[in-house]
Nanobody, 125 residues
Framework: QLQLVESGGGLVQPGGSLRLSCAAS????????IGWFRQASGKEREGVSCITSSGGMTAYANSVKGRFTISRDNAKDTVYLQMNSLKAEDKAVYYC??????????????????WGQGAQVAVAS
């Protein structure tokens, strides 16, 4: 059974940067499409970014495009989310998730089967 663990969250000032990591155990991460999602307090969960199993295709929510970059290192069973130019509205719990279906693309609208426990990102001056 695939298990995912996020790390790298924390408190940063507006305009700052953080890098989240999503580490896998129990299965090879390279088999899976991975998505990053976030949920702010009192709001619904929203998709942030996704990446195909090979890393050849990525997708981003409009709200983070140009500021966030998703990448993966399958040899390390880890996916990353580099977050730059952080804004107050980026404050949320960030989750990584894995889609266990064979896909040539990724979408934040697809069903994701495995979820991590979340990492808190706070942006405040």
């Amino acid at each position: 059974q695939l298990q995912l663990v996020e790390s790298g969250g924390g408190l940063v000032q507006p305009g700052g940067s953080l890098r989240l990591s999503c580490a896998a155990s129990g299965s090879t991460l390279g088999y899976y499409v991975i998505g990053w999602f976030r949920q702010a307090s009192g709001k619904e969960r929203e998709g942030v970014s996704c990446i195909t199993s090979s890393g050849g295709m990525t997708a981003y929510a409009n709200s983070v495009k140009g500021r966030f970059t998703i990448s993966r290192d399958n040899a390390k069973d880890t996916v990353y989310l580099q977050m730059n130019s952080l804004k107050a509205e980026d404050k949320a719990v960030y989750y990584c998730a894995a889609d266990g279906r064979m896909r040539a693309d990724c979408s934040l609208g697809y069903e994701y089967d495995y979820w991590g426990q979340g990492a808190q990102v706070a942006v405040a001056s």
